[in-house]
């Protein structure tokens, strides 16, 4: 199996792939802010993953970039927020946004309450 077939990576790179279609009707003003920063942490979800998974075979690590992965995730989700408040985003998309965020989390602590499923070998 690779990373690519997680679940989890799966909808975070579809996630990501949305924010970004989506982010190029952000004003240029918000370019290198608000922009960039939402771009970074939604791809940085997948990154993290795909990290993860590489590090199955120490399992401080994969919870540590699991934990990692989570956060940038969360910080997605602030990033949304923001889009609404400024009036970027309609408050269907926000919710649309906000309940896919929610899903890839969901997945994400799967991962890290179940490291058994994913390969990961228990501490001796």
């Not at 792939?17 to 939402?38: A, C, G, H, R, V």
């Not at 120490?58 to 919870?63: N, R, T, W």
Request: hydrophobic content about 30%; glycine content about 2%.
């Amino acid at each position: 199996m690779k990373h690519q077939d997680l679940l989890a990576y799966q909808k975070g790179f579809l996630l990501a792939m949305k924010i970004f279609n989506l982010s190029k009707s952000f004003p240029k003003e918000e370019t290198y802010s608000l922009t960039d920063q939402i771009r970074r942490s939604s791809r940085s979800v997948c990154a993290n993953i795909a990290e993860a998974y590489r590090k199955r075979d120490y399992p401080k690590h994969f919870h540590s970039k699991l934990t990692d992965c989570d956060a940038e995730n969360s910080e997605t989700h602030t990033w949304l927020e923001f889009c609404f408040a400024c009036n970027y985003i309609s408050e269907e998309t926000f919710n649309v946004f906000c309940k896919e965020n929610e899903e890839v989390g969901k997945l994400i602590n799967y991962m890290m309450r179940n490291p058994n499923k994913f390969g990961v070998k228990a501490n001796d």
